[in-house]
């Protein structure tokens, strides 16, 4: 099957958007990662035998149950609020229930381990900013980590966010690691657009798109002036070789930009 690198799935009657899977053109991102839209007061249940899952609130409001314990948590949407996560190993069941209109995100991908189930919150993932000042202002945005290999030595995945700064950069300067890197597109106005980068291939990036990164790969994004963009970013760690910040090599073609003025 061939490879591909970009993505505009559509959801299906069902309310549910397939980005990646271990056997589809996108198996080289090495996890499964799906979009559901739930209508008020619908049930999902989600159970994984050898698979650890993240369940990220995009936007709207949910139950979530799992083992002993529940939490009804909300979110505007991903521009103006900061991010609640559900992380749990392989054999745990969660159930969520949609108390208004919802997107979330389930990102899985295979790990025998097993670990106690954490929700994180948007006190636990706070939005910094990066670049300020740099580049003539033009790669300022905002990230947050939910969890990494620092935050959760036991899983085999990264999950983040970024929002551009309309007309800005993220992903820069360009670099690149060897573990596959998937993103996930959101726009704060339908028409929103921008331009995603893999190695020398671009494509145009719109609402509810996607790129899969594989390891290797130069990726820089930009958002078009007028649109703020928001990137899902989720990585699936090698095995014996982690993502870590230090693996994260910029491209030495343009390490100049650090010290120019602009």
Known sequence: ?????????????????????????????????????????EVRNFRKDDEEMAI???????????????KTVSRKDVFTDGPYAL????????SVTSTKETEILVQCTKNEGEFEPRLYTPEDAPWSYSCVGKFGNTAKRRVNTIFDKDIA????????????D????????PHRHPQPELYYFKFDRPEGFGASFVG???FKSVDNSFSAIPGGRLHPQSAAPGFQMYTCWMIRHLDGDPWLQSTRNEDERYLWMHDAQF
């Open 56 to 70: 990220l609130l995009l936007d709207g409001e949910i139950r979530l149950k799992w083992n002993d314990q529940e």
């Open 200 to 202: 020398d291939d671009v």
């Open 1 to 41: 099957m061939e490879k591909k690198l970009f993505g505009y799935p559509q959801f299906d009657e069902n309310g549910e958007e397939i980005l990646t899977t271990y056997d589809n053109e996108y198996s080289d991102m090495l996890m499964d990662v799906r979009v559901y839209r739930m209508k008020k007061d």
């Open 166 to 173: 309309r007309g800005n950069w993220s992903g820069f300067l």
């Open 153 to 164: 030595p036991y899983s085999n995945m990264v999950l983040g966010e970024v929002l551009n």
């Open 87 to 94: 992380h749990v190993s392989k054999n745990t069941e969660v």
